[in-house]
């Protein structure tokens, strides 16, 4: 905020014999029976005193021009004012304490997902992230991802040497196309990550529909 100046306003002098009038600087000090309160936060300053009966034009010119020369008395006697290289002189001013109201309303609350009113319906909370990520392999003795590259979702993807289930061989030779035993580990798993797909996004489109109907 730019330094405030020191004085604010002036009042002419009424003109004697047809010379031109002089301009009279009102003072800086501004006394009033009922002290002014100050919310310097919102620039704000505020009058108790009360108005004549029936206040002229330039009583409330008056008026204002005084709490305006109170604000900016209080300023520069209470707020710290620093001096900037590009921006010039700064004030910087306190923590308001007048509650100003909202511009907009209160954002309307987000509908839980089918997932969220699972996890509150058992009591699962969330993980932090990253937490969880790795498992320990006890064939392995070592912890390793549970997901991704070497992930546990992948044992027995990259093994040389696979057991050969009579049952679902028959049926991957069945489906044709070149589909192997050792294949159908991946294919599973890549079916499973399109249904939660399908699912997440069948979710999501509930929630859109309650917030439509609400």
């Not at 001013?93 to 909202?102: A, M, N, V």
């Amino acid at each position: 905020m730019a330094l405030v100046v020191e004085r604010i306003g002036s009042v002419a002098l009424p003109s004697i014999n047809g010379k031109s009038s002089k301009t009279e600087r009102l003072p800086v000090t501004v006394t009033k029976p009922i002290p002014y309160t100050f919310d310097l936060g919102n620039l704000l300053c505020n009058d108790a005193n009360p108005l004549p009966p029936k206040p002229t034009d330039a009583d409330i010119s008056s008026a204002a021009r005084d709490c305006a020369q109170g604000l900016a008395n209080q300023l520069l006697t209470t707020c710290p004012i620093t001096s900037h290289p590009t921006d010039g002189v700064l004030l910087t001013l306190p923590q308001s304490i007048t509650p100003l109201p909202r511009e907009k309303p209160l954002p309307a609350e987000k509908q839980q997902t089918k997932w969220e009113k699972f996890a509150k319906k058992k009591g699962i909370k969330e993980k932090k992230r990253g937490e969880g990520k790795m498992v320990y392999d006890e064939e392995k003795g070592d912890w390793v991802p549970k997901w991704g590259y070497k992930g546990r979702n992948k044992d027995g993807e990259g093994n040389w040497i696979v057991e050969i289930d009579e049952k679902k061989e028959k049926q991957a030779e069945g489906k044709g196309g070149g589909s192997t035993i050792r294949g159908e580990g991946k294919r599973e798993r890549l079916e499973k990550v399109k249904r939660n797909e399908r699912k997440q996004r069948a979710n999501e489109r509930k929630a859109r529909q309650g917030e439509a109907t609400t």
